[in-house]
């Protein structure tokens, strides 16, 4: 028996794979065995009338026009069939289920060949200036008497500080101890002078340079800064596989940028103060030089008041011995005010919370890998669904 070229047993078939139905499940609810069906299926048996009819009771939806047979598309026109989507996932639900379980349970057993990972922070504040409020009320008074003071007011941007090469040297080429009792080096620490399993080089062993490049590069993933902007707070962290290195680590960088600002930041202070102090020295030879002249020379003239030319004389010894005065006061405030600026700038961080050994690791978090291998799979699956339907 056909109808438009297929038999009423395709039909049924046809019928059964487009919505998922098990031959047992439909055999059973037809009264006739799984066999029966087969050969219903397969044209080696006649359908009977009261099986049709069962059928069409069973299966309303079952009809034996072929374009109702066709089955229904999840994109038509550009718009997608949610309801269909849903529908076909529900229908395969179990093997979405159990997809899920195999994938969240290879990801954790994933998780398990990961190193472990200890974080360790230290807090820095930028010092406040509310301590030198009268160190700059003598500044602003210098000023009025036309003696300028040194700025050398310098910001520095910590995160690039941090990941300097500087730091990051220093860091590499310190022996540390770890927490096994041992002294190492972060290139031991991450078997950087491991020879890779595949060599693209004759070379036999890897150079110093070139490990050293490589360590730094990883220590530039293995350091993290943020800083808030509203109260200055710097938080430098670091992370490593063994719980006392990263403590000692983050104590240590923490003192290198305290050091190296502190450094920069007084350095043009430091350089103008020995510029004054030397040009101290000269100028007071040159007054104590004047003063002498003019000492010796109102001692050899005692009536020069009465003659021009030596009135004259004397005129222009007085004056050299003033104005090298005048110079001998100025840079002694200069000098004053150069110390002063350079004991404001100190410090310029405060080491607030140093970093404290870590007692738990901070990564591979188990849970967070199962859920995201859980939903991972719940995905794959439902795409292996959809594109198979």
Do not use: C
């Given at each position: ?39 219903y ?6 359908i ?22 066709v ?12 309801s ?30 990961m ?38 007011d ?33 290139v ?8 890779p ?18 360590a730094?590069?990883?220590?530039e ?11 200055g ?20 960088v ?16 430091t ?41 004259m ?60 291998s859980?939903?991972a ?13």
């Open positions: 028996m056909e109808v438009n070229n297929l038999t009423l047993g395709q039909k049924i078939k046809r019928f059964r794979l487009v919505n998922d139905i098990r031959q047992e499940d439909m055999a059973e609810k037809l009264g006739v065995s799984r066999a029966t069906l087969i050969n299926e397969k044209g080696h048996t006649k009977t009338l009261d099986a049709l009819e069962k059928l069409k009771q069973v299966f309303p939806e079952f009809t034996l026009e072929d374009n109702k047979a089955k229904p598309k999840i994109i038509e026109d550009n718009v997608i069939d949610f269909l989507i849903f529908k076909i996932l529900s229908k395969n639900v179990k093997f979405i289920f159990f997809t899920a379980i195999l994938v969240a349970l290879s990801g954790t057993a994933f998780s398990y060949m190193k472990k990972q200890y974080t360790a922070k230290i807090t820095l504040y930028p010092a406040k200036n509310d301590g030198i409020q009268g160190i700059n009320q003598l500044q602003a008074l210098a000023m009025n008497f036309g003696i300028n003071s040194s700025q050398s310098q910001s520095f941007n910590i995160s690039d500080v941090v990941k300097s090469r500087l730091i990051a040297e220093k860091s590499i080429k310190k022996v540390w101890k770890s927490s096994f009792g041992d002294e190492i080096s972060l031991d620490l991450w078997d950087l002078k491991k020879e399993f595949f060599k693209f080089s004759s070379k036999k062993s890897l150079s110093d340079d070139i490990i050293e490049e490589k730094i590069r990883k220590f993933k293995h350091i993290f800064v943020s800083e808030d902007r509203l109260t707070l710097i938080t430098i962290t670091t992370e490593l596989e063994d719980q006392l290195i990263v403590a000692s680590l983050a104590n240590f923490g003192k290198q940028i305290q050091n190296y600002i502190q450094k920069e930041n007084s350095a043009q202070t350089k103008e103060k020995l510029f004054i102090l030397d040009r101290l020295r000269i100028v007071k030879k040159e007054l104590e030089s004047s003063e002498f002249d003019l000492k010796e020379f109102k001692e050899s003239n005692m009536g020069y008041e009465d003659s021009p030319e030596l009135f004389i004397f005129s222009r010894l007085f004056r050299e011995a003033e104005a090298k005065k005048e110079v001998y006061l100025t840079l002694q405030q200069q000098l004053e005010l150069a110390r002063i600026e350079e004991v404001r700038q100190s410090p310029i961080l405060h080491i607030l919370d140093s970093a404290a050994i870590p007692m738990t690791k901070s990564s591979p978090n188990r849970l967070i890998y199962l859920i995201i859980a939903i799979g719940v995905i794959f699956s439902s795409f292996i669904v959809l594109f198979k339907y």
